[in-house]
T-cell receptor, first 115, second 113 residues
Framework: DAGVIQSPRHEVTEMGQEVTLRCKPI?????LFWYRQTMMRGLELLIY????????DSGMPEDRFSAKMPNASFSTLKIQPSEPRDSAVYFC?????????????FGPGTRLTVL | GEDVEQSLFLSVREGDSSVINCTYT??????LYWYKQEPGAGLQLLTY?????DMKQDQRLTVLLNKKDKHLSLRIADTQTGDSAIYFC?????????????FGSGTQLTVLP
């Protein structure tokens, strides 16, 4: 199994630009999570999907952030326009949610730097 | 709401045992997890324990759960330099369909030669 795949691994952009982060969950997993990690705030859950439907987006910081999951094998997190305070590592995780060991499996993350 | 707390830093000598502690507040927590994050990588599941268990052992790892005090610990025996990482405690409630996790802030473990 390839695990959760995220792209790009690193993104450097200028303030005001649109940023799109991509995630491919583990095949067969029905839940997908987007997290943001910073030194100041730790690991924050932004949004999660179950069977491609957004269930809880209360962690999305502002309207500048949006997430989609058009099918079971792909999700995007978009920031438009980006700001320097959005600089962080963004993780995608997926879960099969079938039993106690079916916890979340994390991708390697995308390190975003907004100048 | 739920809250999970951990100390931020721990240093140990190579070969010694490490004990990382965690406290949580949600009495309905059903599963408790330990994740490891190495530099530049995502979180990796190490082990988990069901709330009706007191202890779980997995090779060098021992998880102890004191449900009355809502205290969880991870003991790493014979700590190696490769164990240097950030360790996150996480809890999951009984309800919830997507295994929502509440994470602690993470404990940075440094193993000194």
């Amino acid at each position: 199994d390839a695990g959760v795949i995220q792209s790009p691994r690193h993104e450097v952009t200028e303030m005001g630009q649109e940023v799109t982060l991509r995630c491919k969950p583990i095949s067969g997993h029905n839940s997908l999570f987007w997290y943001r990690q910073t030194m100041m705030r730790g690991l924050e859950l932004l949004i999660y999907f179950n069977n491609n439907v957004p269930i809880d987006d209360s962690g999305m910081p502002e309207d500048r952030f949006s997430a989609k999951m058009p099918n079971a094998s792909f999700s995007t997190l978009k920031i438009q326009p980006s700001e320097p305070r959005d600089s962080a590592v963004y993780f995608c995780a997926s879960s099969a949610d079938r039993g106690p060991a079916d916890t979340q499996y994390f991708g390697p993350g995308t390190r975003l730097t907004v100048l | 709401g739920e809250d999970v707390e951990q100390s931020l830093f721990l240093s140990v000598r190579e070969g010694d045992s490490s004990v990382i502690n965690c406290t949580y507040t949600d009495s309905s927590s059903t599963y408790l997890y330990w994740y490891k994050q190495e530099p530049g990588a995502g979180l990796q599941l190490l082990t988990y324990i069901f709330s009706n268990m007191d202890m779980k052992q997995d090779q060098r790892l021992t998880v102890l759960l004191n449900k009355k005090d809502k205290h969880l610990s991870l003991r790493i025996a014979d700590t190696q330099t490769g164990d240097s990482a950030i360790y996150f405690c996480a809890e999951s409630p009984y309800s919830g369909s997507a295994r929502q996790l509440t994470f602690g802030s993470g404990t940075q473990l440094t193993v000194l030669p």
